[in-house]
């Protein structure tokens, strides 16, 4: 099993930047790709972005493209969404994901068996 563990985030203005963090522990980080998922207040759960076990292959969903770069350090255990040119609909909790790897890039929260406990993330306009 591997635990997960989110910070970073907060409350900033539109246009503002916020790098976020996710910390894991238990078993081998490398072993898993990443997933980020968004969820804002009576809406579902969204896909943000994806990273692979090897931090070579990332995915974004189109809202975010451009604005948002994200990086997994295997040595520290950890991955960071960058999140530049936020925007009032950004505005939502956190979540980082984890699942085995695999072939094949997953935008599905039912495909990821771990999840951390979520950070709220709010854009001022």
């Known amino acids: 099993q591997v635990q997960l563990v989110e910070s970073g985030g907060g409350l900033v203005q539109a246009g503002g930047s916020l790098r976020l963090s996710c910390a894991a522990s238990?078993?081998?980080?490398?072993?898993?790709?990443m997933g980020w998922f968004r969820q804002a207040p009576g809406k579902e759960r969204e896909f943000v972005a994806y990273i692979d076990w090897s931090g070579r292959r990332t995915y974004y969903v189109d809202s975010v493209k451009g604005r948002f770069t994200i990086s997994r350090d295997n040595a520290k255990d950890t991955v960071h969404p960058q999140m530049n040119s936020l925007e009032p609909e950004d505005t939502a909790v956190y979540f980082c994901a984890a699942r085995g790897r695999g072939p094949i890039i997953s935008k599905t929260p039912g495909d990821y068996g771990y999840w951390g406990q979520g950070t709220q993330v709010t854009v001022s306009s």
């Open positions: 238990g078993r081998t980080f490398s072993r898993y790709d």
